[in-house]
C-alpha cells in the first residue's frame, strides 16, 4: 500500500551511497524542521535517526542536519514544500512530494520526469487518496496481536508487514503498518516504543483508495517510472496506488 512498490524494488536497485546518505541527510532536516529537533518529542525525527544510524551517517552529520532543520546552526534551513499529482503508466494515480530551496528547478523538473515516463502525465488526483498517518514498526515478540496493538495505539486500521516488503523489518521479526488520523501519529508512536516495538516510520502521507488491476509486465513499467521520480534529489516521498 502507498509506497510498497519502493520495498518490492529495491533489492535490485543499485543507488550510490552517497546518494542514500544525502537523502537521509535531507529527511532530518526536515522532520527537525516540521517537528523540532527533540527525537523523544518528535517521532519522524526519531525513525529518521534510526535509519541514518543503520546507514552509518556519522554523529556529526547527523546533528548538523539536526541543526539545520531546527534553525539553531549556522547553516539555516530554507526549504519549501511542494506536493506534485499525477499518473504513472496504466494510469496509476501519484502523488510527488518534495522539498526544494529552488522551486524554478525543481518544478520544470519534475514535469519533465512525469513526460519521460510512458503514458506518465501530470494532473489532480488527491481526491484518489486519503490522507493519513502512518506508522511501521516491528516487534520481536512472536505471534504478536497486530489487532490488539492497533487498538492500543489508537489506529485506525492495520496490515502486517514483511520483510519481504521492507527489508528494515528482520526476517524473524512480526511487522505492521499502521493507519490513524493525521493528529494520532505521535501518540501511536509513543505507545509502540513504549510497549516493544521498533517504529521505522512514523508520518503523515497517502494512502490509495482504489488500485487499478495490473499484469506483471504493467506492474514493471510503472515501477521503472516510480523509481525515476524518488531518484530525483528534492523528492521526499512518492506515493502511488500500487499494491
Known sequence: MGRQWLHAKRAIVNLKKGKVVGKLVK??????????????????????LEKARKNSVSRDVIERAIDKGAGTGSD???????????????????????????????????????????????????????????????????????????????????EP????????????????????????????????AANGWSVITSEIGYIAKQFPELTDEQRAEVGEFLHALDDHDDVQRVWAALR
Not at 524473524?172 to 509513543?190: C, D, K
Open 76 to 158: 539555516k534551513m530554507q526549504l519549501e514544500h511542494v506536493a506534485f499529482e499525477g499518473y504513472a503508466p496504466h494510469k496509476v494515480p501519484v502523488i510527488v512530494e518534495c522539498m526544494t530551496d529552488n522551486l524554478q528547478r525543481t518544478v520544470p523538473e519534475i514535469r519533465v520526469l512525469f513526460k519521460k515516463g510512458v503514458l506518465g502525465a501530470a494532473g489532480s488526483n488527491k481526491f484518489l487518496f486519503e490522507h493519513v498517518g502512518l506508522v511501521e514498526a516491528h516487534t520481536s515478540t512472536a505471534g504478536a496481536d497486530l489487532e490488539a496493538a492497533a487498538i492500543e495505539a489508537g489506529a485506525n486500521d492495520f
Open 161 to 192: 508487514l514483511s520483510h519481504e516488503q521492507n527489508d528494515d523489518v528482520p526476517e524473524e521479526a512480526t511487522g505492521a503498518r499502521f493507519i490513524l488520523e493525521r493528529t494520532a501519529v505521535h501518540a501511536a508512536s509513543v505507545w509502540l
Open 27 to 48: 529527511e532530518i532536516s526536515v522532520a527537525a524542521k516540521m517537528g523540532g529537533p527533540d527525537p523523544s518529542a518528535n517521532p519522524r525525527l526519531f525513525a529518521a
